[in-house]
């Protein structure tokens, strides 16, 4: 049965807006995978704040070239299903890699990341990075340590100075009080 143009242009609206919400886009092959296998890989992939959809070729390439994305027209052949990645795009890529490694009819092709086509070697790099919060927080870090340590030399330097002036007064109290005590009581007339 065809589908009319209408469902075409619905279909393909619904997977141009999971990509747009997506960080990246990963390109797998599905054949011969099995009901029960389709419904674990999408239940791993929610827990990780992802989705898993059989796309039909030619809408997926037009989707992707509507969202301004790279075409991965080389690996849009045979039977094709995209995985979303909503969160963090490693964790979302470390699911796919895993379920592969559990799934032999399964196969990750590659990703797109905007105009970036990623091969599956790529991807699997991808895979092992740190998630986004830990980059953010050890980023923050390297910025944060040269900072303070500006700060240190700063209050070190001020600290000197006070310490400095602190012992010049010192050191003119101490003189002003010996000065006092060597001088003769004032005389008090008798008269």
Known sequence: MAITRQKKEELSAGILAKIQKSQA???TSYQGMTMP????????????????HV?????????????GMAVPKQMLDGSVALGF?????????????DFAKEA????????????????????EALATMPPLSVIRAQLL???ASPASRLAGVVAGGVRQVVNVVKAYGD?????????????????????
């Not at 050191?171 to 008269?191: D, I, M, T, Y």
């Open 37 to 52: 296998q389709f419904n674990a890989l999408r239940r791993k992939l929610r827990e990780s704040n992802g989705a898993y």
């Open 104 to 123: 032999e009819k399964f196969q990750l092709k590659g990703a797109v990341l905007g105009q970036q086509i990623l091969s599956a070697k790529e991807v």
């Open 85 to 97: 990645a909503y969160g963090d795009m490693s964790a979302t890529a470390k699911v796919l890699l």
């Open 25 to 27: 886009v990963y390109v």
């Open 171 to 191: 050191k003119e109290q101490a003189g002003r009080s010996r000065w006092w005590k060597r001088r003769p009581p004032p005389s008090r007339c008798s008269s």
């Open 55 to 67: 796309v039909k070729n030619t809408l997926a390439a037009r989707a992707l070239e509507k969202a």
């Open 141 to 143: 870090g390297l910025i």
